[in-house]
């Protein structure tokens, strides 16, 4: 007897807990709040709330592991037993060595982190070398599908597939040159095997294996190894069914590939990849196969058309023996329930579907495939008049091209050491510093009227003033007022903005146990008044020292938004450049000297495909000139960028025209800088020295290392020396030693120039 797959499922639903249970939890057990046995408790409390809530809704296909403390690639390193020598040797649990790889320990750096896909998710890159001993270890998607049935629910195990985990991954620090962690693919196979046959063991019918990897421009030979890979798997006699998942975007050749197997399941995303469905038709009837249809877009908070949804599920019926709706990726990407939010605007509100919804969306679906689409509800009726500004179009459509640009680098070089007077080898910080639970507290107290506007305003200065005197005293030479009014560096211009619409509860994992709220954009971008000025111009007023402006980039709030879908992404853009622009044209004619613009999400937004990168390279960089571009020579423009494999995009890059570029370069040990230098990157660099993701604290002779490699690839007249992001998710005890040695590293090799 084989189980059918199921009528309607998600591939994944969010892990935080609809009060971000699971980052108290964490937090609590890094902190000594709590044990392990606690922290496992609490999480098996969560999971189970999920299973009953995914069973309770209707949906016929659960899935299971997709639980995780902190991430799932990290989760599925463990699996295959992918845990490198220098987190072993540490001697700690197994609980604490996981704990290791993601946030490093005094002893030894975490694995690196960066982007998952076109999304704001952090994914822990594995390392795998030549002599990477892959094991089956399936302890955990055997707990979970056990837990699961204990409470009657059977489950569908989720990994991520062996492929996409070695594409992923980057060679270990001790590989030879030339290798690539895809050549061990058939090793890594063999302990799939083993996993899938403990979990036949157990009973289980159905495992997910995610190969999204796919859907990003791969050449034959990786194609090729998909195909292997699952011709080896398939071929097992003791496995669960196999259910291949892709998503964000369209699978191209690798879908006649892996149709080639003998996969019982293949999903497809329909929302990023509408292409999809030609290409199935395409390839013709695929008898005994089950389409897994991605009808519902899981990385987005706007409600399905259900009735033009059923209508590409219904043309998927003639290609397939079985179709099954589901979302379009793992609802970990969206917050966890539109109930969450009931004073939002009716007129949005009507218009939303958060994860707990879009659970409702697919069970529609899945019954309308089957018994027709009588009984689903009608469109939702086109956006407001209200949510439209012509003065704002109006404004775009008269800018021309003398409005993106300034004038050349050198000129602008010249001003900017004539007015700033830095030393060599400037030192800073990117923006925020640490958002204590006093700064919360006034925050929540503001926002609750239980703190006035001048109370409030008064304990900000306070903690600006406080931050202030902290970079002088360690002798930072360009200072930041520390963003202690900000929530989040995108949330808070989503508050001001209009166009935007900002929730309460609406909270998204962004790496571990760090959540964010990401704003919803509905209507045309306005700024109804300045929203950092006040903040930059006072901490200007403490000290002689150059203050950044500090401001969040038009594509980063865009990526780190979600987003309207009634107008190209390219117009929304400009739209919010227009608002900035206006921004830092206020806070120079405030008297700051250097206004930052950080775009961390360059490379997040890139599409997968290369065919449609330059478009989207075009209207990014556009959209960032026209923000920085109306200011004097001698303003200087800085940006920062972090957590993604930027040197795929060092023409953009170089295209911002910014004067000082800041980037994330300690966890991939300064890696960046060789793809600067080969580029021939001629204008100011901040390569980050320290990894502020980490608890540990640096020690000098680390970062002037770190120092020292940056020289060697930066002259020494355009190198600045920062950390590599933010500074809020840190305490003071560990960014004051760090910044110490910062500072005291830069005077070292100061020195050594002369």
Not at 238 to 247: C, G, Q, T, W
Not at 390 to 409: C, F, K, N, Q, S
Not at 482 to 500: A, I, K, S, T
Request: glycine share 8%.
């Amino acid at each position: 007897m084989t189980t059918p797959f199921g009528q309607s499922t998600v591939l994944g639903y969010p892990r935080i807990g609809p009060d971000r249970e699971l980052k108290r939890a964490v937090e609590a057990y890094w902190a000594g709040g709590i044990d392990a046995a606690e922290l496992h408790d609490r999480a098996a409390r969560l999971r189970a709330a999920v299973w009953r809530t995914l069973r309770d809704a209707g949906l016929a296909s659960v899935p299971s592991n997709t639980f995780s403390f902190y991430d799932h690639v990290l989760d599925t390193a463990v699996a295959v037993d992918a845990v490198p020598d220098r987190f072993r040797r540490l001697g700690l649990s197994e609980l604490d060595t996981y704990f290791a790889m993601a946030r490093g320990t005094a002893a030894e750096p975490a694995l690196e982190l960066t982007k998952w896909f076109a999304t704001n998710y952090h994914y822990l890159v594995p390392e795998i070398g030549p002599d990477t001993a892959f094991t089956a270890r399936p302890d955990k998607p055997l707990r979970e599908y056990t837990e699961a049935a204990a409470l009657g629910i059977t489950t569908r195990p989720v990994l991520v597939g062996p492929a996409t985990f070695l594409l992923l991954a980057k060679p270990a620090p001790d590989a030879p040159e030339g290798f690539r962690p895809v050549d061990r693919l058939d090793d890594l196979v063999d302990a799939y095997a083993d996993i899938l046959g403990a979990l036949a063991d157990a009973g289980v019918p159905w495992v997910q294996l995610d190969e999204p990897a796919y859907v990003a421009d791969r050449d034959a030979a990786e194609i090729d190894a998909l195909r292997a890979a699952y011709d080896r798997i398939g071929a097992l006699h003791h496995r669960p069914r196999l259910f291949v998942a892709s998503y964000f975007g369209e699978l191209g050749d690798a879908l006649p590939a892996l149709l080639a197997t003998p996969v019982e399941a293949v999903g497809l995303d329909l929302v990023a990849g509408p292409g999809n469905l030609a290409r199935l038709a395409a390839a013709g009837p695929i008898p005994g196969r089950t389409v897994v249809a991605g009808l519902v877009d899981g990385h987005n908070v706007w409600r399905t058309d259900l009735r033009a949804a059923a209508a590409t599920g219904a043309a998927l019926t003639s290609l397939a023996d079985h179709v099954s709706v589901a979302t379009s990726c793992s609802l970990l990407h969206v917050p966890v329930d539109l109930a969450a939010e009931p004073d939002l605007d009716p007129d949005l509100r009507a218009r939303l579907a958060f994860a707990r919804q879009k659970v409702d969306e697919v069970v529609a679906l899945g019954r309308a495939l089957r018994d027709g689409v009588g009984t689903l509800p009608a469109p939702v009726p086109p956006a407001p008049a209200a949510w439209r500004d012509d003065t704002v179009r109006a404004r775009l459509a008269d800018l021309g091209d003398e409005h993106t640009r300034r004038a050349p680098y050198a000129e602008r070089a010249a001003a900017q050491r004539a007015r700033l007077g830095l030393p060599p080898l400037p030192t800073t910080t990117i923006g925020s510093f640490p958002q204590t639970d006093e700064l919360r507290r006034a925050r929540a107290a503001h926002r609750a009227g239980r703190l006035d506007d001048a109370g409030y305003a008064d304990r900000m200065r306070a903690e600006i003033a406080h931050v202030v005197a902290v970079q002088e005293r360690l002798g930072l030479d360009v200072l930041v007022h520390g963003e202690p009014e900000r929530n989040d560096m995108v949330q808070y211009f989503g508050e001001q903005l209009g166009g935007f619409a900002a929730t309460v509860n609406g909270w998204v994992q962004s790496y571990g146990s760090r959540c964010v709220r990401p704003p919803v954009i509905h209507g045309d971008v306005t700024r109804p008044a300045p929203m950092t000025v006040d903040w930059s111009r006072y901490a200007q007023s403490l000290t002689g020292r150059p203050v950044k402006g500090m401001l969040t980039g038009p594509v980063t709030i865009l990526a780190w938004s979600f987003i309207r879908t009634d107008q190209p992404l390219a117009d929304t853009a400009d739209q919010v450049a227009l608002a900035l622009r206006d921004e830092i044209r206020d806070l120079e004619a405030a008297g700051i000297r250097i206004v930052q613009v950080d775009e961390p999400a360059l490379r997040e937004l890139l599409p997968l495909r290369a065919a449609d990168q330059p478009a989207y390279l075009n209207w990014a960089v556009t959209a960032f000139r026209l923000a920085t571009s109306g200011v004097a020579d001698a303003t200087q423009i800085h940006t920062h960028l972090c957590y993604s494999e930027f040197g795929e995009v060092l023409p953009a890059i170089d295209a911002l025209d910014a004067d000082v570029t800041s980037i994330e370069a300690s966890r991939s040990k300064m890696e960046i800088l060789d793809d600067l230098r080969a580029a021939g990157y001629g204008r100011g660099v901040g390569p980050g020295v320290y990894d502020i993701h980490s608890p540990r604290v640096p020690d000098q002779a680390e970062i002037t290392e770190a120092l020292c490699r940056a020289v060697a690839a930066v002259p020494a007249d355009r190198l600045w020396v920062n950390p590599d992001c933010g500074l809020k998710t840190r305490g003071y005890a560990e960014i004051e030693p760090a910044l110490r040695h910062l500072v005291a590293a830069a005077a070292q090799i100061r020195a050594t120039l002369g």
